[in-house]
Every structure is written in C-alpha cells, then in structure tokens.
C-alpha cells in the first residue's frame, strides 16, 4: 500500500521525468566517450555544475514568485573581489572577510528587492541595470586586474573534496535542504507559492507580498555570494570576469528543472537537476571534440530542445485528453 | 427542420460523465434557453458546439450534416463567451473585425475604412463609443455590447450561442441587449441563451432544456411552465423562493465606522455597520461599490476622511493589517483576486491558517489535512479530493471554499462583494443562508454588494444605494423596489 503511494507520487512528480532525462543523457554520454564516467571527469564535472546549480536553485525560488535576478553573475564576481581585497590587501582574518563577503552579497539582493518593490519594477530590467552598477563598481575597484594570492585556508573550499564528493557541490547541497525546508515545511514557502498563484489575491489575503519578495532577492543574493567566493576560492584568485553564464544558465537549469517562467509552479530541487543536465551536455560536447568554435551553438541548441522537454509532454498530455 | 441539433453527445473526463447521452434540437427563429447548476454540463456542451471538445459518443449536426467530421461547419456557430476577452489596448473597431480573414477585411488594413464599417454596427447594437477609441476606455457595459457585436460580424452565422452575456451589465443595458437578440431572432436566426437569471430566461426565452449532472432532465415551451418548474427540475428539489435572510440579531453596537471618505472613484461616503447586521450595497456595475470597500480594506488608496473600527482609528492601507484584525474582503474578481488557481482545494484553504497549523516553524502536515478536511465537510465543498486542483472546481465550490477560508481567519466584519456571480440558484441559495448564520450566531457584521435586486431585497437589513461615487441613500428592509431602482439609475425621490 505505503509502496503504491510512494509510486503514484513518483509518477506524478515532474520530476521523475526530469530525472529520466538526466539519467538517460549520462547513459548517452558513457556510451558515447569512455572518458566521461572516469572519476576526474565526473569530479571536475560535478564542481562546475555546483556554481550554476545554487544559483539555480536561488534562481528557481524568484521564478516561483514569477520574477527573476539578472544580476546574480555581477553580485558573485563582485562579492568576489571583495573578499579577495580584503583578504589579500587588507590583511582581514580571511574567514571574516568571506562572510562580510557574504553578507554585501545579501545586502546586494536586498537593495535589488527594495528597489524593485518599492519602485514597482520589472524585475528583469530592474536586474539588467543593477548588474551594470554591480559590474562597474568592480571595474573601478579591481581595473580589471585579478587579484592573485588567495589564501589556502579558503582554497580547500574551492578545490578540496569531502571523500570523493567536491566540496562546492557540498555547499550547493546545504543550499539546496535549506531552500527545500523553507519551501516545503514553512509559511514562507506556501505563501512564495500563493503570490507566484496571484499577486492580487495573495494580498486579499493579508500576505506581507512585498517583504517576501525583499527577503528571497535576499536570499538570491546570498547564494550568489557564496557561489562567488567559492569560485574565487577554486581560482585561487580574484577576477572579475566570474559568473558572466550564470543569469542565463540558471535560468535555463530552472526551466529544464520544471519551474514556470510565469510562477506558481514547480520545485527548486528540479533546478538542480536542470544544472546537471547542462552540466553534462557541456561535458559531452568537449569530450566529443568538437570543434572549439561550434562548441557554443551546439550546446545552445540542445539546451533548447531540453528546456522543450516539459512543453512537449505537456502538448502530448493535452493532444491524449482530446483524443481520448 | 433544425438548424442545430445535438443527438445523443456523452463527454467522458476521468472521474465523471460530464455529458451522458444528451438529445437537443435548435430552431431557427427560436431563443433557446439552457440552464443549470454549476456543474450540470453547461460548459461542455457550450465546448462541444464551438469545436473545442469531440464528444465521445454521439454527433452534432449542423444543417443537417456531422459537424464533428466536417469542422468548418462550426463556424456557423457565432459565439459568445461569458468573461469578457477583447483587446485591450486596440481601437473598438479593430475588436470587431478580428479574426480579419472571417469578417470579409481582406489585404492591407486600412484604419479608416475599418472605422467606416463599423459605424452601422455599433448604432446597430447601440453602443455609444467612437470606433477609434480603445477599448480599455469604454465602459464595462459597452464592451459586453462589444462582445455580442463582434460575434455576428461573421456574415454566414446561422446559431448565436451566449453564455451568461448580461453578468457585467445595468439593467438598462441589458434591455438594450433583449430588444437586439428580439431583432436578430427576426432575422430567423437561432439563439442558444445561457443564463443563471430566471427572470431573464421568462423575459426572452421561447424554450428551456434543464440540465444536471450531465444528463437533459427536463424541456418545455417557456410560456408553459414557471420559475418552481425550472428550480425543481435544475436542483432536483424545490426551493423556497420566497425564503428572506435578513439578520434578526442586529446589536446596537457599531463595528465600523466610516466618516467622510473619498479616493479614487468615490466621494464623501459615511456609513455605519452594526454587530450581526447585513448591510447591502446596491448600484450600477462602476458605481463605486467595490472600490469603496477595497479601499476600507487597504486595497487601494485613501484621499481623505476616517475609519473608526471597534471605537478606535483603524490603520489604512494595509490588507495584513486588516486580515490580522478580523475584516476580511471577498473579492468579486474570484479568479483574478481571490483564489490561487494551480495550488490544492488543500493549500487555498489552509493558507489563511498556516499560524496555527504550525509547529516550532514548520507546518504540521497531519494537522492541516484534518481542518482542510472540517471545512470541506462544514461548507459543503463538493470536489472529489482535497488535492485536486482548485481552477477545475466550480465557481459555486470555488466562492464555498473562499468563505471557508475567511472563516478561519476569526473574521468580525466580512465584505462579500458580487458573492453569487456566476452562481446557480441551489448554491446561491446555501451562500445566502451561510451569511445568515454568520450574522446572527457570530455576530459578523456582513456588507453585501450586489447588483442583484433581489438578492439585496432578500438578504439586507439596511440598504445603501451609490450612484457615481457618492452616496444616493439608505433604506431600511422595507423599502420598495421601485424606490430603490430609480436611486440606482441616480434619480432622487
């Protein structure tokens, strides 16, 4: 009995099917090169999809309340810079400068959310011209320069393993229980859905709408931070061209995990899976050989066809209930 | 012979019959009246007569041949839908000839010529607006009248199918609208006339097919049968029409005290609501009912004057604050305002509770699924589970599950605005009971807005009538019809 609830609710679940497609493309992968299921491969792989997967997954959670942060790129590479500066200029206690890092990362956010609810913005053009602001800042402060000399004490976090597993991914992990405990289990996240539902109707109903929408670009900003200082953790320096992919790959890792552009609908773990499926397509494209400048437009189209995947079988669901 | 007939259609959905075997015959030159309660099967067949649904079994002939293998042949069929789905931001003569290749525009679209066309058009239906200004500036009214022109622009109609076309207009309005459905009826067309208003269907109708649960209970030529015949065959019981539902608890103590307030689209307005009174709010549709109380709720802006709740200055412009001190507003707009369409009956429920559903921070699943379930049993939510999504309930279960939820929020003034839109007579009738009992055994002060004479009559222990923006009058129970109609249209007497 337990079992077939648990199967009915694996066979409802969006994500099951998204969890095909990723199984199905690692099979495709392994058959196709030898090299991609090698335990170097699989770890550099995995290391990468850490950092667009938490961006993901802060992604997911605007895309539920049908908004999104284009910013997020601009708030790493910055929060970057700015850890590097004062662990490496200032002489700070490198730990303490990571989390002052990581806390102008959620105070980036927050200014982001403060200006688009208060201001009532979109927030894609809101994000467009804050990422100018965030990417000018960090030219006037680095002029370009990178800044070499990352302590090791914060490399391990960059380059290190927990066992076998890299340890960004571990972040990304955390990153991902917590978000899922705050959507799953808590007010905050029933209410993330209700105003993704209907903004109008989720203020009918008392809900502060506009102090959740600060606290998530909040926590979007957070999240970027951290992805930013990982990042510059696993350079071993500072640099300013960090996370020009990540607005637009966690987008897409959001969509192919399942969650609506238009909110209200879908599960930040599937971000997740969605960053491993890109992951994975990037990898099998180098491992291929093919050609250095067709490397882009062919991985942007089968990025396409895998953000297709859950329209399509929504077409073929409606095309069955007409049928039938 | 008919000019449409539907011969023996079942329509299968997982779980349910939504048309079982269904037999009925439209005649040119006749008005054809369906009705219904929420859920009889109106919506499908309205769907498997435009070509949205193929009926499982069963064929739809259309001047005698199969329409369900000959699809061009629905376009015979010019239809109107209940909510209003114009173009916003384009001119009215635009929203006439779209689709442009069924309306005879053929190559480079010419503004001009189009407005030309149009002229005889909109004083054929009477709509007093220029062809070029957008429709978003005309009145809702006009653009209900819009909706009904656009339908027949297509020459070669043969059938006109309205669903529920009078919902958004004044009485004036729909008079309007009857003497031009009497015209086309003249042009020996064939009219299929949804409505949930009986004194509609008597005022126009030729013939009446009762649906319910899918199934053709009952048909008869109008002028044989009355407004008990159509109840108890729709409901399946009778009704007791004459049934009143005024409060007899009204304390002298005072809830909410309005002074002098004025914003958007009202002006000056002063009233009070007493501890287990109904308080109906009557007036044309844009009168400024529902702006009025949006803005007492905190919806929308103040410009001046004051609002005194349980004796003390009540904080303005904050829904949360208002939720969170027991008023509460139902909103018209159910799809757009008030409920959350993807989410679980479930999860539109509880959301209003989630406080004292908690535990530390998290919800206690457990606990959540037996209130949802208490509520769906207490206001009689008819839905086959409590994780089904909301959007594919019907509109009367949608506004039970609503109130169910404002309930739980320990509400001590509810605004219900238009509560029975689009409701039939059966639920209709459970909501007005529903707000009875709130009012007399928890003492709930009720404010009623209805463009329905007598759903006002019935239900309001005062009655205070806007006419643009401002405050015509109040009655007590006993005012008279007349009265109370000719301070609508802003007449004084």
Redesign the interface.
């Known amino acids: 009995m337990n079992r077939n609830a648990l199967m009915n609710r694996l066979k409802k679940s969006n994500m099951t099917a998204i969890g095909i497609v990723l199984i199905a493309m690692i099979a495709i992968a392994s058959i196709t090169s030898p090299y991609f299921l090698d335990i170097y491969n699989l770890q550099a792989l995995i290391r990468d999809l850490a950092f667009v997967g938490m961006i993901g997954i802060g992604q997911a959670l605007l895309l539920l309340i049908g908004e999104l942060d284009l910013s997020v790129g601009k708030i790493a590479s910055l929060c970057g810079i700015l850890a590097g500066m004062m662990m490496v200029y200032q002489d700070v206690n490198p730990f303490l400068s990571m989390f002052i890092a990581l806390l102008l990362g959620c105070v980036f956010g927050c200014v982001n959310g403060l200006i688009i609810t208060k201001l009532r913005l979109n927030s894609m053009v809101a994000t467009i011209g804050m990422q100018g602001v965030y990417g000018g800042v960090n030219l006037v402060l680095t002029k370009g320069k990178a800044i070499p000399g990352i302590p090791d004490s914060i490399q391990v976090f960059g380059k290190g393993s927990v066992g076998i597993i890299p340890t960004p991914f571990i972040f990304c992990l955390i990153v991902l229980i917590l978000v899922l405990f705050m959507i799953k289990?808590?007010?905050t996240g029933?209410?993330i859905?209700?105003i993704g539902?209907?903004r109008?109707?989720?203020?009918?109903?008392?809900?502060?709408v506009d102090k959740i929408r600060v606290v998530i670009y909040s926590i979007v900003g957070l999240i970027s931070s951290l992805a930013g200082v990982l990042y510059v953790a696993r350079l071993g320096s500072s640099q300013s061209a960090i996370g020009e992919s990540w607005p637009m790959n966690s987008i897409a890792a959001s969509v192919i995990g399942g969650v609506s552009l238009t909110g209200?609908?879908g599960n930040p773990a599937g971000a997740l899976i969605g960053a491993a499926i890109i992951s994975v397509i990037q990898n099998m494209i180098v491992l291929l050989g093919v050609n250095v400048y067709w490397q882009s437009a062919v991985s942007g189209f089968v990025v396409v066809i895998a953000i297709s995947f859950s329209s399509i079988s929504e077409i073929l669901r409606e095309r069955k209930v007409?049928v039938? | 012979m008919s000019v449409l007939r539907v011969q023996n259609i079942t329509k299968r959905f997982p779980g349910v019959v939504a048309l079982d075997s269904v037999d009925i015959s439209f005649e040119a030159g006749e008005i054809h009246c369906i009705i219904g309660e929420n859920g009889a099967g109106k919506s499908t067949l309205i769907k498997c007569l435009t070509g949205v649904y193929i009926p499982e079994e069963g064929e739809v002939h259309v001047g005698g041949e199969d329409a369900t293998k000959v699809k061009t042949l629905l376009k015979k069929v010019a239809y109107v839908p209940q909510e209003i789905d114009l173009f916003n931001n384009m001119s009215v003569a635009e929203n006439l000839f779209i689709p442009y290749e069924q309306s005879g525009v053929k190559g480079i679209i010419n503004q001009k010529e189009l407005e030309k066309k149009a002229a005889p058009l909109l004083e054929k239906f009477r709509i007093k607006v220029k062809p070029d200004e957008l429709v978003k500036d005309i009145s809702i009214s006009a653009q209900q009248l819009l909706q009904v022109a656009r339908a027949t622009v297509h020459e070669d109609y043969e059938i006109l199918l309205l669903d529920e076309p009078t919902t958004s207009l004044t009485t004036n309005d729909t008079k309007i609208l009857f003497n031009i459905i009497a015209d086309i009826k003249k042009e020996n067309k064939s009219i299929v006339f949804i409505s949930h208003k009986l004194e509609e269907i008597f005022a126009l109708g030729d013939f009446v097919t009762v649906l319910r649960n899918g199934k053709k209970v009952a048909d008869a030529k109008i002028k044989e049968v009355d407004s008990d015949w159509i109840i108890t065959k729709m409901t399946g019981r009778s009704v007791d029409q004459e049934e009143q539902f005024q409060s007899n608890q009204v304390s002298d103590e005072v809830l909410l005290k309005v002074e002098r307030l004025t914003g958007g689209r009202f002006k000056d307005i002063s009233f009070d609501l007493k501890k287990g009174e109904i308080l109906g709010f009557s007036g044309l549709v844009g009168a400024g009912r529902s702006e009025l109380m949006q803005a007492i709720f905190g919806h929308l802006p103040i410009y001046s004057g004051r609002i005194e709740y349980f004796g003390s200055q009540f904080k303005q412009g904050d829904p949360s604050y208002s939720v969170s001190h027991g008023l509460i507003y139902l909103p018209e707009e159910r799809k757009k305002q008030g409920i959350l369409p993807v989410l679980s009956v479930k999860h539109n429920i509880s959301i209003a509770m989630l406080d004292s559903l908690k535990k530390g921070l998290t919800i206690v699943k457990k606990r959540e699924a037996e209130m949802v379930k208490e509520v769906i049993k207490a206001y009689n939510i008819r839905t086959p589970d409590a994780e089904k999504e909301i959007r594919f309930l019907s509109g009367g279960n949608q506004q039970k599950a609503i109130i169910g939820r404002a309930m739980k929020s320990s509400p001590k003034v509810l605004i219900f605005d238009e509560p029975t839109k689009g409701i039939d007579v059966g639920t209709k009738t459970e909501i007005y009971r529903l707000m009875r009992k709130l009012a007399q055994e928890e003492g709930i002060g009720i404010i009623l807005i209805s463009s329905e004479m007598e759903e006002i009559k019935k239900c309001s222990n005062r009655i205070i009538v806007l006419y643009e923006g401002r405050k015509m009058i109040e009655y007590d129970e006993k005012a008279d019809k007349q009265q109370i109609l000719s301070a609508i249209i802003g007449a004084k007497c």
């Open positions: 289990k808590t007010k029933r209410y859905y209700a539902n209907s109008e109707a989720a203020k009918i109903l008392g809900i502060k209200g609908v007409k039938s």
